[in-house]
């Protein structure tokens, strides 16, 4: 009975609850009328509302088809289609009084209403496609490879860094980097659709973005820990928007050839070979959460009453998350934690597709806007692409961005050079229309109308040649750096004696072989004594490691050894064996010590084969040498004059200069 009694009440409530809400949103005269109503009728109800729902709809679809009788109208009566907009632009904001920023702000394939400056898009990808600009882009591929950057000089937006430029060949299709820009409203610059606060950003983000937005290539060398978050937010901006004002040109250009099927198909060319027109180069899965993370937040935030929907989001967490069974990483290192947190699976192709309700994840390559990948994952899709005949999938590229790319090295840098290998390369896709693709991917010279940016710790002589070779933009290219002071500074052993050999040799190629027999004929005789026991001797290349531990095996030296393949048993034992002085001198990889970044104990001595590729590794493993006086330790470093990058970073620009110049072929650091 208790239970039959609780039962009604609560029906009672739920019945009253609803039946007030519905007084509240549609009232009548009668109320009690209306409760009764709504507790006999609610199939009524759902009838009703469909049939509202219905109604609706008729009327919008009468709307559109009236819009649609109107546009004819006009068509027939000569006027153009700049002149429609323009003229349903001036009664929009004479009906509305909405402010539209005035006509330069306004775009005829935006919405009207919407706000964007599309000039430097419409210059690059408008104004460059006609047939007699190929010959120019023939030109540029031929002259460009030849070039190499300028004199260095203060960059003009960005306080404290230098640049060094190669200038645009084709100057009617550029606007160029200025401070004016840079202090303009970036809100402005950015398509509608996307979600950014309007409010002014740093000096720094704000004068890398009109480098950005200027489409000229950027080699950024200047990435840390400090700016990276920085770097990330403004060229998936730049990525979103170039994406979004590409992808708006096509809707419109898809209505007209709807409207008018015998329309003149030249003035629609507006697409390459393949639909993806952006490539993300990463390093590792979490720099692809943190990537998607930050597009979400910019194209699928709340704008309104519309929002886009991120899917296979969860799919996506699970993969690109941390796994179960990694731990976090613990070490005092903050640019250490900061490249190894999260999930660092190098092998990964990710294809993004932008809807007009929604951002999905998981899209098949060949029908992505967007592709994010690391070079190891690409190069296996692309290969199996080509196995199976299929199309090329990047050879419709307008941005490639490559972040993180000093961490390449570290992994294969091959695996890079292949993808810029195989970009803009003639193909065909079946998700394309070939009478509306570009005049210069006809002729195979895409290449020169694609934005390159590369954001690295450091300049390489592989990323060097990587800009130089493959970055033949037609807007020209700009590295962007800063004077070296040097990691030698802060080396904590005021008394350490460091000794700087500078190899005599001729050419690149004889390089190696010369720093082997000084190894081999000055260096091993004193690393069998007694008094030079302790000694760590650091070996940046792998293929130099193999070579010194067949030679040493070969003539019985004791030696202890550590690589990036050595398993953890092997790795406890040879650091026991040094530790304790059964085994006088350890080979030790750079490769390794970027993975894991150990403490070596009992360091005495250590020799550099040669300069590390990261310069704080030199002050690092040199601080790890025991105990505060080191008197009688010693730091011997191997270099050549073709290492005056890996040189300049560790003793500083100006120091680098007059070592490579000296007639004196050792100099001494304390």
Known sequence: ICFKVLVVRMTERKKAKVTKRWIEEDPLEDGAANEDKHLTSTQSDKKQRRKERREKNKLEKAKLAEKKKDVEDLEEEGMTRNDKENDLHEEVESDDGADMGGEEMWHPVLKAGDKCT???????????????????LKNVAE????????AEKESPILRHYMESSVPSMAKESLIEPNKLSVSEN?????????HFENVAPAPFPAGIFEYFDSYKD?????????NSRQLRSMYMLHLANHLLKARSYIIQHNKLLEANPDMDEETCRDQGYTRAKALL?????HSALLAVNH????????????????RNRKRFVVDYGVPDDQAEPQHPNEEYLETFKGNVDDYFVLGVAIKNLSVNLYQRLDTSDLIIASPLGLKTALQKAKETGKSNFISGMELVIVDQADAFHMQNIDHLKYIFDNLNEVTLSTEVDITRIRYWCHEGVANCMRQTLLFSAFSTP????????????VAGKVHIYKPRTGTIQNVAHMNLSQVFVRLSCSSHVDVAQVRFDHFVKALLPLLSSDTNAHTLVVVPSYFDFVRLRNHLRKSRTKFAQICEYTSGPNVSRARSDFFHGRKPFLLYTERYHYHNRPAIRNIKHIIFYELPLYPQYYNELINMISGTDATD?????????FEGDRLARVVGTERAKSMLSSESSKHLFT
């Open 462 to 473: 592989e990323l060097n040649a990587l800009m130089r070779k493959s970055c033949l933009n």
């Open 186 to 194: 970036m809100k402005e610059k950015l398509h509608p659709r996307i």
């Open 218 to 226: 950027v080699y950024f060398t200047e990435r840390t820990s400090k």
């Open 295 to 310: 597009l979400t937040k910019l194209l699928c935030a709340r704008d309104g009453l519309k929002r886009r929907q991120l």
């Open 633 to 641: 330790a010693t730091c011997t470093v191997l270099y050549s004059v």
């Open 281 to 285: 180069i990463l390093p590792y899965r």
């Open 118 to 136: 599309m000039e430097r898009y419409d210059l690059r990808f408008m104004t460059m496609n006609t047939e007699d600009k190929v010959s120019l």
């Open 143 to 150: 002259a460009l490879p030849k070039m190499r950057f300028g």
